[in-house]
Nanobody, 115 residues
Framework: QVQVVESGGGLVQAGGSLRLSCAAI????????MGWYRQAPGNQRELVAA???????NYADSVKGRFTISRDNVKNTVYLQMNSLKPEDTAVYYC?????????WGQGTQVTVSS
């Protein structure tokens, strides 16, 4: 079993910044992928950012240049630094850890960006 705990969401005005944190508790390797999906009301869940196999990062086109994902392998924690936030970024953000063929999910954290 892996426990995924995320935090850092909140309310921010357009142009502001937030940093999300996600800690994975359990037997996690640095090569296990971690990242965030998000889902807004009426929208499909989309991949926002990911660290893949400890070798690379990927971002949704809509957040490239504004969001940065980073990972602390000692703490098994990933961070999502979100800058220049837009109202379109409003969503519940879900952290995940890919362990083998199974995804473990955080509880979700609400990010609301006002115009």
């Amino acid at each position: 079993q892996v426990q995924v705990v995320e935090s850092g969401g909140g309310l921010v005005q357009a142009g502001g910044s937030l940093r999300l944190s996600c800690a994975a508790i359990g037997s996690i390797l640095s090569t296990n992928d971690m990242g965030w999906y998000r889902q807004a009301p009426g929208n499909q869940r989309e991949l926002v950012a990911a660290t893949r196999s400890g070798r690379s990062t990927n971002y949704a086109d809509s957040v490239k240049g504004r969001f940065t994902i980073s990972r602390d392998n000692v703490k098994n924690t990933v961070y999502l630094q979100m800058n220049s936030l837009k109202p379109e970024d409003t969503a519940v953000y879900y952290c995940y850890v890919d362990v083998g063929f199974r995804y473990y999910w955080g509880q979700g954290t609400q990010v609301t960006v006002s115009s």
